[in-house]
């Protein structure tokens, strides 16, 4: 099952809670909910270095897709394509940064 780490305030997470929450192969994580899933993320982000560069440039990373065998990607559209081939226009718009200029 791959986990989806999502925050209920971050626009990019709500279209990705519509698009897998209803679906079984998924479990979504909401890390503004409970102290112990915001953990159980701070804990995968400041470990894994697929967060590398999104530390460099202030991002949080989310919405953040861990797959089974532990692959961990934070692009939308790398996650699944077929939303960037159904629509060239398609864009998940500015990531949430901590300085307050995305989102």
């Not at 990705?16 to 909401?30: A, M, R, W």
């Not at 934070?74 to 226009?89: Q, V």
């Amino acid at each position: 099952m791959t986990k989806i780490y999502v925050m209920e305030s971050c626009p990019d997470c709500t279209m990705v809670k519509q698009l897998y929450g209803n679906n079984p192969e998924y479990v979504l994580i909401d890390i503004g909910q409970q102290a112990r899933s915001l953990k159980e993320f701070l804990v995968l982000r400041e470990n894994h270095p697929a967060f590398d560069m999104v530390k460099e440039y202030g991002n949080i990373g989310i919405p953040c897709f861990v797959k089974e065998d532990g692959t961990v990607i934070i692009s939308l559209e790398k996650f699944d394509a077929s939303l960037a081939a159904a629509s060239p226009e398609y864009s998940t718009g500015a990531a949430c940064n901590l300085d307050g200029t995305g989102c």
